[in-house]
Every structure is written in C-alpha cells, then in structure tokens.
C-alpha cells in the first residue's frame, strides 16, 4: 500500500521544478513553496483529489491551505529523504519493532535503566549532548574498559611562585579534568576508603537553560546517571565518611529513595537551605515562591561517622538569658544575683524599660561570663528537690550519677550564655545550634567570590566552611565530583583541609585553576578573614588521556585519498563507534560503495556522526602502545599515581 506520503514523494522527485541541476531534490525549495503558498505546489495539490482532501478546508465555500498539517508532513523523516539521511537511517540501531532508537521518547519512571552505565559528557558550556547507556547487550568489549583505570597527562604542579611539569604525585591536592564518572573509577586504586566527606552540588534536571550543563534529562536517566556516580562513591569514602548532595525539588525525593538503597542505613539528615530571598523572585500565581535548596546528607556508617553541630549567629538578645551575677567569681553561696535588665541600665545609665534590643544584645555578649539562663530538669531532679525540701532560690550544688557538676536554682539547672558566644572575623557574637533550616548564609555578593565570576550555580563559600567544620577535622581529604569553579578546594585549602576535584567542562576547569591559584597567593574573598587566610599550599591539575578526539581531528584535516582509509579504521574498531550504530550493516559492501559516493565533506560529517561522541580516553593498559603517544612524562606520572 503506497501511503500519502510515499506518493506526495513520488510526485515532487519527477517534477524539475523543484530539482537542481544534476536532478537532486531541493528540499528546502519545498519548504519555501509552502510558506509563500506558491502557485506551482498549490497547483500540484489540488489537481490530486487525495492530496486536496487531505491538505485543504472548505470554509464559507473557499478552499483554506492546512499548512500545520503540510508542514507536519514535510518535516517528517519518511518525507524526501536524501541519500545522506537515508545512508545514516541504515546504521542506526533498531528496537525488535523496527524503530529506530534515537526516535524512541519514551519517559519511563519505572528506573529501566538501573542496571546499564550512563556516561554522560560534555566538555562545552550549553553543549546538548544525547543520554549514552552502555550495557554488555549494547558494546560488551566497550563496558569491559570503560572503568578501568586510565592514563592522566599534562601533569602540572601550581604552587606560589609558578607552575611546573612534574612526572610523580606525591598526594597533593589534585583537580582532574575529564567525565567524573571515568575520574571516580580510576581514583579507586590510590583513594579506595580515604575519603572522608564528598560534597557535590549536582546536575539538578531542571530542564533550565540557565544551567550551563546538559541538564535535560528524564527521571530514568537521571537516576541512572546518580546510581552509577553513588555506587562508586561509597566505595571511596572511609569508614567515617559523608557525602552531602546539593539538589533542588525536582529530583530530591527520586535521589532519597535511590540513596536510601545505596547507602542503607547512612541517611544522616535533609537540611533545607534557604538560597534566595523573597524579592525579586517571579511570582507563580499556581503555587508558594521557591527560595530553597537541600542537602542531603548520608554516612557510609552510623558507628563511625560523627557530627559537630554548628552555630547560627542570633541578630537579637537570648531573651531566656536574663539573670545577672554581680559577683561570679566568688563562692556560688555568696552570688548576688540581679536581672540583666537592671544591671543593663545602670551601666548604660538609663531606664531598663528605655533599653533597646539592640543594647541588651550587646551587653549580652559583653557580659556573657556572667550571665544566666535557667533551664528546665528532668522530671527525677524536681523530685530529689521535693524530697530534699531544697529553697528554690538559693543555689544548690548537685553532682550527676555520671559526676557532672550541676547547679540548681529556681527548680533548674544554671546554664551560662559564655558557651553561646563566638567569634566571626574578629567579631564576637551570641549563636545558637543550628537546626534542619539554614537561613543564615547569605547568596547575595559572592558572584566575585575568588576572583571568579559565574552568573548562576555558584555556592558561598560560608556553606563550604560550615560543612567542612561539621563533618570534617584539618587534614582529612575532601572530594568534589562535580568541582565547577572550585569553590569545594578553595574553602578547604583555607581550612587546611585536602581536596580532590573532578570537572569537565573546559571554561569551570580553567576557571577552578585560576580561583586557586589565587588562594594559594593570598586570596582574601570569601571565608578568608574568617579563618585567617594568608595564602600558600599547591595543588596538581591533570588530565583523562583523550583519544576520540584525536580521531575527529584526522577527520577534519583528512583529504579524498585518505578518508577511506580512515573509514576503513573506525568501522573495523567497534570501540570508537557510537553504541547506536549498526555495525553488521555499517560493514556491508552496498553501504562502504554508497559511503564512497558522497562529497568529501559529507564524509567527514558521518563519520564524526558514528564515533562516540562522549570522549573516548586512553587505558592504563593501553600506556605503553605507540598509537596512543603517550610522553614519557606522562608514563611517568600515571604509574606514580596508581603505585606502580
């Protein structure tokens, strides 16, 4: 049965008006006529009773051109395809049904590909790139060496002073620049158990243009992505270990429950972070206005892992703070006790009913040695005090069962506001233990933090400092496998804390080296003054081996006399093919003498189309073959950093 729009082709092939010179179809001749409503097509159509039935409406007796549904049909692939299109439509991979995979959309939330690996590259900022799975169905030999250790180049140590080569890591800090999931596997050797905390600030599939990343995955993929990414990270991470992820709403509670069954019984806690302030946001009438984050926080082991609970700046008095002691290094018997407010105004020399919020804070933090709180007891204490018939309003000294010292006064127990205070850049300050809710860590004016300007998905460096000092002491080493512009190792070199960072994208690489060169120098954004920054330390950046590319390069500058021989190369190496393409058919006589027909430059467009366009990187096993031209320094260096 010829359908319509085997016949509308039919009928365009053997008309010259819309054919060149040497009798090849212009499609985009087509398209035009459609869009000027020309005379030519017009007449075409409607002479054809199926085709006007099909592409016009009768309305108030007029015939009206359907140009939605004409377009539909032109812009379909069945619709005139040329020989190039129809030569890569052979070698595409095809489901049992005969339909092609590259046109397969389906959105599955059913996690179909949790088994599969999914590489996902991408070294150009807004650069789409499709989702790659690889499984031993699809490229078994590929799966086989795609994790396997790879070479590391380019090898430079940056330290005050300047940069130089070296052949030997010695466990410097170190950025890696290639596909995160390639750079996990491959630390494995050296780093399996030694890293104490990860944090990564993640691809949130947003479908956001705003995100310089291929952030449009589906749930499915997604996860797969998070899964392959998790698995290994686990096995990095020491007994002790964290790892805290950076996420919004849109995959938060999908990447729960995957982490859930990763890391069994280690979820530690969802903080959310608030990263954004109320203005200046586009209002959505249908729901509340987003100006949050989370993190969520798991341990490779409840037994092992410990948390420092950190502090919140308070911006007012401790309003249960409010007992004064004139007398506080004297006998607890001989305090003379008095309320912060009337001690307040007598040093301030005013009414205490006149005394500002602003002035009782500040005589809080003043005078927090002697001041007070009384906190409620246990329910066994009042009953001891009952027992004991002990006066409420004088101080009685209790020991625990454990031998703590406690005082107790008005039916509870003495607490003083000293243990609140603490200092920022020099500067004291009353705290609290901060909760589940981060409101306090500003996002306002860290675009330029480090000497590094980025328009969205920046992180302050406060909230680095405040994980770094909860879940880590100095000189436990730090792994961010998604380290953008690097705010993860500057914040821990100033903590004296050791980093791995892992990016691929070209521009946040380039600019992760610049922002810790400037640390080392003395860079006094961020947390600096904080933690008294005054530069040094070093760091190593290096590279994945590439080999792909080396390839398209050949492509690119290869001439008609060796472009088959190219050709001939790539087809006879499954390795270097994307996993879509067919290679049974790719290898048939007919198709290698069709290839052959085509121009210079539509042979060098398919054959960078079949390559694999994640990048292909040198194995360890592979160091040593002469095809690869690996440098000596670069051997050197690669078998210092897996031990060999």
Not at 217 to 223: A, E, Q
Not at 403 to 423: A, M, P, R, S
Not at 447 to 471: D, F, M, Q, T, Y
Not at 528 to 548: A, I, P
Request: glycine content about 4%.
């Amino acid at each position: 049965m010829i359908t319509l729009i085997d016949k509308l082709n039919n009928k365009i092939k053997e008309d010259d008006f819309f054919l060149d010179e040497n009798s090849n179809i212009l499609k985009e001749k087509v398209k035009t006529s459609v869009i000027n409503l020309d005379d030519h097509l017009m007449s075409i159509l409607l002479n054809d009773e199926e085709f006007k039935t099909a592409f016009f409406i009768e309305k108030n007796g007029i015939l009206v051109f359907d140009k939605v549904k004409f377009s539909w049909i032109i812009n379909n692939n069945k619709f005139l395809p040329d020989s190039y299109t129809s030569y890569k439509n052979k070698i595409g991979l095809t489901d049992l049904d005969g339909d092609f995979l590259k046109n397969k959309n389906d959105v599955v939330l059913s996690f179909p590909y949790k088994d599969c690996v999914l590489e996902f590259d991408s070294t150009k900022e807004n650069e789409d790139r499709e989702e790659v799975f690889l499984n031993e169905t699809l490229s078994k030999d590929y799966i086989d060496t795609l994790l396997s250790p790879k070479v590391l180049e380019k090898a430079l140590l940056h330290e005050k002073g300047g940069n130089k080569t070296i052949d030997r890591y010695d466990d410097e800090n170190l950025i890696i620049k290639g596909n995160n999931l390639i750079s996990l596997y491959s630390l494995l050797t050296r780093f399996e158990g030694r890293i104490k905390c990860m944090y990564w600030d993640i691809l949130y599939n947003t479908n956001s243009d705003k995100v310089p990343y291929n952030d449009k995955f589906k749930h499915s993929s997604w996860l797969t992505m998070m899964k392959n990414r998790l698995e290994i990270a686990k096995k990095l991470l020491s007994k002790d270990g964290v790892i805290v992820i950076q996420l919004d709403y849109n995959e938060q509670a999908y990447l729960k429950v995957l982490m859930d069954e990763i890391f069994q019984d280690g979820y530690v806690s969802l903080i959310t972070v608030k990263t954004s302030s109320e203005s200046g946001v586009k209002v959505n009438a249908n729901k509340p206005i987003k100006t949050s984050e989370y993190l969520l926080i798991y341990c490779k082991d409840k037994d092992n892992f410990t948390y420092k609970h950190p502090r919140v700046i308070l911006d007012t008095y401790e309003k249960n703070y409010l007992n004064y002691v004139e007398n506080v290094d004297s006998s607890y018997d001989d305090w003379i006790i008095t309320s912060v407010r009337e001690k307040a105004s007598q040093v301030l020399k005013c009414h205490k009913n006149k005394l500002t919020a602003e002035q009782i804070l500040q005589f809080q933090i003043d005078n927090a040695d002697n001041i007070f709180s009384v906190r409620d007891i246990s329910s066994s204490l009042k009953k001891m005090i009952v027992e004991n018939d002990i006066d409420k309003n004088k101080i009685y000294l209790h020991f625990t069962s454990t031998g703590k010292k406690t005082l107790l006064y008005k039916n509870g127990e003495i607490v003083f506001l000293k243990n609140k205070v603490i200092e920022e850049n020099g500067v004291k300050h009353l705290s609290k233990l901060a909760s589940d809710i981060w409101t306090d860590i500003s996002w306002d004016g860290i675009a330029n933090e480090g000497g590094i300007v980025l328009k969205n998905g920046k992180k302050p460096e406060k909230l680095l400092l405040r994980l770094l000092e909860s879940l880590t002491v100095e000189n436990d080493l730090v792994l961010d496998a998604y380290f953008g512009t690097g705010t993860t190792g500057a914040v821990a070199m100033k903590m004296n804390r050791k980093f791995i960072g892992l990016e691929q994208l070209d521009s946040h690489y380039e600019k992760s080296i610049i922002r810790l060169e400037e640390v080392i120098n003395g860079d006094t954004t961020g947390v600096s003054k904080e933690v008294s920054w005054n530069g040094g330390g070093s760091f190593v950046s290096c590279e994945l081996s590439k080999y792909n590319e080396n390839i398209i390069n050949q492509i690119i500058e290869s001439s008609n006399e060796n472009i088959m021989h190219l050709y001939e190369e790539i087809i006879n190496s499954s390795f270097l093919l994307n996993y879509k393409v067919d290679l049974v058919s790719v290898k048939e006589i007919k198709n290698v003498e069709e290839f052959n027909l085509f121009s210079l430059e539509e042979k060098k467009k398919i054959l960078i189309d079949v390559l694999d366009k994640n990048i292909l990187y040198v194995n360890l096993s592979e160091i040593d073959d002469e095809s690869k031209e690996v440098t000596e320094v670069d051997k050197n260096f690669t078998r210092s950093f897996y031990g060999e």
